[in-house]
């Protein structure tokens, strides 16, 4: 499976931006997609995942404020980002689940967001 990550970039605190994790390979063997976001001196945090079925999970730090969408016919997760947040300034990646948990995770490049104050 390879993950193609997109949609990165500067913004203002308050502002927007949405990114993009298009699935490519053996897609049938992926359960949930999400993203992961890293800052500098922290531990990669789970920001928000979405399975098949259409179960969200997401990091308290942005309920309310990000919304994770999935489209199947396009192997697609996006990952909409309001009302940002200087904090929420990291590197993020997108990730794959597999179906069978003794699987490894697979991680797409992870793309750059930072959010001035």
């Known amino acids: 499976v390879q993950l193609q990550a997109s949609g990165g970039g500067l913004v203002q605190a308050g502002g927007s931006l949405r990114l993009s994790c298009a699935a490519s390979?053996?897609?049938?063997?992926?359960?949930?997609m999400g993203w992961y976001r890293q800052a500098p001196g922290k531990e990669r945090e789970l920001v928000a995942a979405m399975s098949t079925g259409g179960s969200t999970k997401y990091a308290d730090s942005v309920k309310g404020r990000f919304t994770i969408s999935r489209d199947n016919a396009k192997n697609t997760v996006y990952l909409q980002m309001n009302s940002l947040k200087p904090e929420d300034t990291a590197f993020y990646y997108c990730?794959?689940?597999?179906?069978?948990?003794?699987?490894?995770?697979?991680w797409g490049q992870g793309t750059q967001v930072t959010v001035s104050s």
């Open positions: 390979g053996s897609i049938f063997s992926i359960n949930a």
């Open positions: 990730n794959a689940a597999p179906s069978d948990p003794s699987e490894d995770d697979y």
